[in-house]
């Protein structure tokens, strides 16, 4: 089993107007070496915070597959 020593936290506020971006602003002050957040300026849903999120945690560098392979990465 992959043992990890230090876990690190993505949030995203998806662009909502409500209190989201303060609240992580305050939790990430609890323990700031590993929790990060991104900030979209306007709300352009669900499947585009979970882009960006991915984008600030592996900066750019990932695949997303499934075991049916749908998204299977082109060779």
Known sequence: MLKMKK???FFVNDGSLDKTFE???DLTL???ARIQR???GTN?????AVRQGFLTAFKGNFIISDIG????PRR
């Open 7 to 9: 876990v690190l936290r």
């Open 69 to 72: 392979t749908q998204t299977w």
């Open 23 to 25: 609240t992580l602003n």
């Open 44 to 48: 352009s849903g669900k499947t585009e």
């Open 30 to 32: 609890v323990n700031p």
């Open 38 to 40: 991104v900030n979209l």
